[in-house]
């Protein structure tokens, strides 16, 4: 199990941005699915965005258009790119490697890192 990162986080007022990075402790090509995911205070883990080793993506309803995930294999780094911030968008966010069982289903492995906290307000 590759250990993960996660780092970019901060305050921002809405309607920035920012870009968040996860990086793997070894390399992730044979990663078969990466995901963004996000918890705010009270209440549950929610996945932000995933993508399969193959580069298809599959993103939030909530923020959808707002974000770009990406991954790098040569750089065993994944990212996620936030525009158009809004304060619900504050939360912890976390990365995560899995399996795409079928489009847009995914098993997700119960490894977590310490996250990477993003704060929206003015």
């Known amino acids: 199990q590759a250990q993960l990162v996660e780092s970019g986080g901060g305050l921002v007022q809405p309607g920035g941005s920012l870009t968040l990075s996860c990086a793997a402790s070894?390399?992730?090509?044979?990663?078969?699915?990466m995901g963004w995911f996000r918890q705010a205070p009270g209440k549950q883990r929610e996945l932000v965005a995933a993508i399969t080793s193959g580069g298809s993506t599959n993103e939030a309803d909530s923020v959808k258009g707002r974000v770009t995930i990406s991954r790098d294999n040569a750089k065993n780094t994944m990212y996620l790119k936030m525009n158009g911030l809004k304060p619900e968008d504050t939360a912890v966010y976390y990365c995560n490697t899995g399996i795409e069982l079928a489009p847009g289903s995914y098993y997700w492995y119960d490894y977590w890192g310490q996250g990477t906290q993003v704060t929206v307000s003015s």
């Open positions: 070894r390399n992730i090509f044979s990663i078969n699915t």
